[in-house]
């Protein structure tokens, strides 16, 4: 939960702060401006589904031998916080806040993207390591 708060807290103050020093630019459609057409409330719709369905992973009962997964439980968290941060945005501006630049694409994420991202990564890795590790056991 802690960091959910802290992702959603830093992302919107973020935001505020780049907002004030004119570096926003409005995005209606999802990651990096692609599907701009689909609509604010699809959008909103998909991403409050998405968001449950992420918490329910997070705080759903596990078996003895999946309770310590750490790297699952801050993946879900980061993909939480930024998808609820970002929620917010479209709620409050009908558009997500991005002011990050992207280097070389001429595109702007913004913090809650990120989170997303390393949350992506980490669950991904998570489950290639629990993967590998079925696998070997299998073979041994």
């Given at each position: 939960m802690v960091v959910i708060l802290v992702t959603v807290g830093l992302?919107?103050?973020t935001k505020r702060l780049a907002a004030s020093a004119g570096l926003v630019t409005l995005?209606?459609?999802g990651s990096l401006g692609?599907?701009?057409g689909l609509g604010h409330l699809c959008w909103t719709v998909g991403s409050l589904g998405v968001i449950g369905w992420l918490w329910w992973q997070l705080v759903r009962p596990r078996p003895a031998h999946q309770a310590k997964e750490r790297w699952s439980d801050l993946g879900l968290a980061l993909l939480v916080g930024g998808g609820v941060s970002n929620v917010l945005d479209r709620l409050a501006f009908g558009a997500v806040r991005d002011w990050l630049?992207?280097?070389l694409?001429?595109?702007?994420?913004n913090?809650?993207?990120w989170a997303i991202t390393a949350g992506l990564a980490a669950v991904v890795w998570r489950a290639l390591v629990?993967?590998?590790s079925s696998l070997t056991k299998k073979t041994s």
């Open positions: 992302d919107q103050v995005n209606a459609g692609l599907g701009a630049p992207l280097p694409l001429g595109l702007s994420n913090l809650a993207d629990r993967r590998r």
